[in-house]
C-alpha cells in the first residue's frame, strides 16, 4: 500500500465514510456563511478586503460565468489525468475521480447557464501542465493544493459582484464544493486536520489569471 493510500484510508476505507466527512465539512463552512451575515461581520469582511472584491466589478454575470467555466475545465481536464495516469489506487483514487466528476458537473452547469443568458460557452483551451505533474502523486497533489485555493478564492471574489441571486447561489454552492475538494487534498498529502481554515480568503481577479495563465487560460 502506498503512502498516499495509507492517508486516504485512515480517514475511512469505503466511500461512503469519505463522502460523509466531506458533508461535515461543508456544514461547517456553510455555518461561516451564514455568520456573514450577523452583527455587521458582513460589512467588515467587505472593507478588509475591498480590492479584491472591487477587481470583478462592473464585469457582469456573463463574464464572470465564463471565466469560471474555463477554471472549472481547467480543473477538470487535470483531475481528469490524473485518474488515468495510473498513479493513485484504492480510496485516494476514489478521492481523485469525485472530485474529477464534481468539477466537470461544475463546468456542464455553467455551460448551461451560460446558454440559458444567451452567451456564448467559451472554447476550451488546450491546457498545458508542468513536466512530471503525473508522474507521481506528489507532484500531482502539489499542483492540486495549488488549484483549489484559487478557485474558492476566485468565487468567493466575484460572488459580491455578482447580479443574479439566483446566480450567487449556485456559485456558493459551488465555493462549498471546492472547499471539500481542498480538504480532500489536504487528507491525501498527510494534513492534519484537514479542515484548517476557519475563514477562506477571496483572490483579485488579477491574481487568479496571473495563476492560471502558465496552464492556457489566457483570458
Not at 69 to 92: P, S
Not at 201 to 208: E, G, N
Amino acid at each position: 500500500m502506498s503512502e498516499v493510500e495509507s492517508r486516504a484510508g485512515s480517514v475511512g476505507t469505503d466511500r461512503e465514510i469519505s463522502r460523509r466527512k466531506f458533508l461535515k465539512t461543508a456544514a461547517m463552512v456553510g455555518a461561516a456563511f451564514s455568520a456573514a451575515g450577523i452583527g455587521g461581520f458582513d460589512v467588515a469582511v467587505r472593507q478588509a478586503h475591498a480590492q479584491e472584491y472591487k477587481s470583478y466589478e462592473g464585469l457582469g454575470d456573463v463574464k464572470i460565468l465564463s471565466f469560471a467555466y474555463l477554471l472549472e475545465e481547467l480543473e477538470g481536464t487535470f483531475y481528469d489525468q490524473g485518474v488515468k495516469a495510473g498513479i493513485f489506487g484504492g480510496t485516494a483514487l476514489t478521492f481523485i475521480t469525485d472530485i474529477r466528476d464534481n468539477e466537470m458537473a461544475h463546468a456542464q452547469a455553467l455551460a448551461s447557464t451560460l446558454r440559458k443568458l444567451g452567451a456564448s460557452v467559451p472554447t476550451t483551451p488546450s491546457f498545458t501542465f508542468p513536466s512530471g505533474t503525473f508522474g507521481s502523486t506528489s507532484a500531482f497533489l502539489k499542483l492540486a493544493a495549488t488549484f483549489e485555493p484559487t478557485g474558492i478564492g476566485a468565487y468567493q471574489g466575484a460572488a459580491p459582484a455578482l447580479q443574479s441571486k439566483d446566480i450567487l447561489a449556485a456559485a456558493l454552492s459551488i465555493h462549498s464544493a471546492e472547499c471539500r475538494h481542498w480538504n480532500a487534498i489536504k487528507i491525501l498529502q498527510g494534513v492534519m486536520p484537514p479542515n484548517n481554515v476557519a475563514f477562506e480568503k477571496p483572490l483579485a481577479l488579477q491574481t487568479v489569471q496571473g495563476r492560471v495563465k502558465q496552464f492556457g487560460i489566457t483570458g
